[in-house]
């Protein structure tokens, strides 16, 4: 079974969606680690309710070769062979994405290339789009970037506030991570250049 490694920052959200897959047994693969760069993040607590192990590895002050380096080999130790960035909010450095090359994704509250960076969906607002939706897509060592694996749109209402669609993205967000997954777990794909091509 595919060991997972999920990194957070915050709420934790789309790690529990996942860990209710893998529950339900919608998802073959299992939470090896629960890292969170922050001590405060619910979804440390969350991971610990469900008996996963649950790790802090604060980066406050820290130079971000030397942090990379402690979650890598947090990572490696747990035998992880997959890395899932739900909500972590910090750039990857090179060394980190060469240890695990097209094996770490992320997802983004967005249609990537829109809208990158924070408040994803107040971008989105501000722009007066109509469609947004999320993203997952493989990291790379930029912010936002790298293959995409899969997306969904989400129509914007004229009445939607920043916490109106952002609830309507994050439903969406935790149906396609664990589809993501599957596709990631499955191995039935392959990356030519910017595109992941299924099947
Ligand atoms: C999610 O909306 C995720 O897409 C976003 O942070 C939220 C985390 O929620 N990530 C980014 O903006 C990354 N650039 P969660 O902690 O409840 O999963």
Same mark, same amino acid.
């Given at each position: 079974?595919t @060991?997972?490694g999920?990194?957070?920052?915050?709420?934790?959200s789309?790690f529990e *969606?996942?860990?209710d897959?893998? #529950?339900?047994?919608?998802l073959?693969a299992?939470?090896?680690?629960?890292?969170s760069?922050r001590s405060e993040?619910p979804?440390l607590e969350a991971? @610990? @309710?469900?008996a %996963?192990?649950a790790v !802090?590895i604060?980066?406050?002050g820290?130079?971000?070769e030397v942090?990379?380096?402690? $979650?890598?080999?947090?990572?490696?130790?747990?035998?992880?062979e997959? =890395? !899932?960035l739900?909500?972590f909010?910090r %750039?990857?450095? *090179?060394?980190? =994405?060469? #240890?695990f090359?097209? @094996?770490?994704l992320?997802?983004?509250?967005?249609?990537? /290339? #829109?809208? /990158?960076g %924070?408040d994803?969906?107040?971008?989105a607002?501000?722009?007066?789009v109509?469609?947004?939706?999320?993203? =997952?897509h493989?990291?790379?060592?930029?912010?936002?970037?790298?293959p995409i694996l899969?997306? #969904?749109?989400v /129509?914007?209402?004229d009445?939607?506030?920043v916490?109106t669609?952002?609830?309507?993205i994050?439903?969406?967000e935790?149906r396609i991570?664990?589809?993501?997954?599957r596709?990631?777990?499955?191995?039935?794909?392959r990356?030519e250049g910017?595109r $992941?091509?299924l099947?």
């Amino acid at each position: 079974m595919t @060991r997972l490694g999920i990194l957070i920052s915050g709420r934790g959200s789309n790690f529990e *969606a996942i860990a209710d897959n893998i #529950a339900g047994g919608e998802l073959d693969a299992e939470i090896a680690v629960v890292i969170s760069n922050r001590s405060e993040a619910p979804g440390l607590e969350a991971a @610990r @309710r469900r008996a %996963l192990p649950a790790v !802090c590895i604060p980066s406050k002050g820290l130079d971000r070769e030397v942090y990379d380096r402690m $979650v890598v080999e947090e990572l490696r130790w747990r035998g992880v062979e997959l =890395v !899932c960035l739900a909500g972590f909010m910090r %750039l990857l450095s *090179a060394t980190f =994405v060469r #240890a695990f090359p097209n @094996r770490i994704l992320n997802i983004h509250p967005s249609l990537l /290339p #829109a809208f /990158p960076g %924070l408040d994803a969906q107040h971008q989105a607002l501000e722009h007066g789009v109509r469609v947004t939706g999320c993203t =997952v897509h493989f990291v790379d060592e930029y912010l936002d970037a790298g293959p995409i694996l899969i997306q #969904a749109p989400v /129509p914007v209402r004229d009445t939607d506030t920043v916490e109106t669609l952002s609830a309507r993205i994050l439903k969406e967000e935790h149906r396609i991570y664990s589809e993501a997954l599957r596709i990631a777990i499955g191995g039935n794909y392959r990356i030519e250049g910017r595109r $992941v091509i299924l099947g």
